[in-house]
């Protein structure tokens, strides 16, 4: 397995998680090898197998055994569907999930790491949203500015964003 093509695609609780397969289909057409990690609450939106299937790997939400392999090393990770609650964990430096676990330790570790927000306008005026999202841009982290109305979710920025950031292991690259 190259070790410089590992993408960890972070899903949460948002409707459009749904079509979130579609997300994993858009990066391995771009080389990439997708872990899954989903939130505890995202389960319930995703469709677990067919997403095992698509990427040959288990679905991540809980923290593994001592005696289960470890999954391999992220070289960058994108977190789509973004909700509200998590983006506003993640900035805060809550780890109370796998997920945002792996999201707390990727800035320190100099992962690239793209956040592709599904937060509505009325939540997105909210100050303590729009403190997270100005903290963890001062980070490093990329929050992608999702265009406004109702039209198909804009997977493709998540992409277009990490091979603006320097992540590696891009096909052709
Ligand atoms: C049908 C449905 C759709 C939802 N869509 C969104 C959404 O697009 N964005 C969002 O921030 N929360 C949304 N929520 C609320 C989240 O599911 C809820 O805040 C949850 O606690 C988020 O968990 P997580 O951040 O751990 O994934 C939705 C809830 C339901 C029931």
Known sequence: MPDDKV???IMCAAGVAVDAGRLVELAQDEGWIIQVVATPSALDFID?????KQTGRPVRSTYRKPNEPKSPRANAIIVAPATFNTINKFAQGITDSYALGVMAEAPGLGIPLVVLPA??????KRVPYRTAVESLR??????????????????????DALSMNG???????
């Open 7 to 9: 993408l960890y695609v």
């Open 48 to 52: 677990v197998p067919a997403l095992e």
């Open 138 to 159: 001062a980070e490093g982290v990329h929050v992608v500015r999702t265009p406004e109305g109702n039209g198909a979710f804009p997977w493709h920025l998540a992409l």
């Open 119 to 124: 937060v509505n306008g009325a939540l997105a």
């Open 167 to 173: 992540a590696p292991g891009r096909a052709g690259c």
